[in-house]
């Protein structure tokens, strides 16, 4: 199984190295998410397949996920990684969220804040109340980026602003701790 995700991987990066890359066609993802929600994952798996290698960054998406939680397919992390780096690359905000929390947990990659931090920076850009809120929550602990309250407080409002209702808990959260501390 690893040998095909390797050999898939390897070919969907070079396809993107030499810009031959097809067009993705918008049906074929679509029957793969329909089958996907009605939980016929090797359906999916199979209509994404090679959307995915061919550089569809939303087929992508779909194949880490399925990685990820071990839907017809064996868990793998780093496979999941792997789909999620070539999705968030390409410019898809649920996957550098993913990419983000995959470096912050160390889920299929080695552990590191400050790449969980660029990762979700992209998505936070890009308006994923997720990653504000986590951005908000580095911040405030100071992980993998020295701490400050101020970017604290900006990230879970945009992230409230965008309808994150943790942001919301962190922020009346960080705000009596403040209180507390003074």
Not at 21 to 40: I, V
Request: one cysteine or more.
């Amino acid at each position: 199984m690893l040998q095909t995700w390797l050999r898939s991987a390897a070919i969907a990066l070079c396809a993107m190295w030499l810009g031959a890359a097809a067009p993705a066609f918008a049906d074929d993802y679509e029957r793969g998410l329909s089958a996907y929600n009605r939980a016929d994952y090797a359906a999916a798996f199979a209509q994404w397949e090679n959307l995915a290698v061919l550089g569809d960054p939303h087929a992508q998406f779909g194949l880490a996920v399925m990685y990820s939680l071990g839907q017809n397919v064996t868990q793998d992390h780093g496979a999941a990684a792997a789909w999620f780096h070539l999705a968030a690359i390409r410019g898809h905000r649920g996957a550098q969220l993913s990419v983000g929390h995959s470096y912050q947990h160390g889920l299929g990659v080695a552990q590191d804040y400050g790449l969980a931090h660029l990762w979700y920076l992209a998505a936070a850009e890009q308006g994923e109340a997720k990653a504000q809120n986590n951005l908000g929550t580095m911040y405030e602990k100071g992980l993998g980026v020295p701490a400050d309250v101020d970017l604290a407080i900006y990230w879970y409002e945009e992230a409230i602003r965008n309808g994150n209702r943790n942001a919301r808990a962190n922020l009346v959260r960080l705000h009596q701790a403040q209180r507390h501390a003074d």
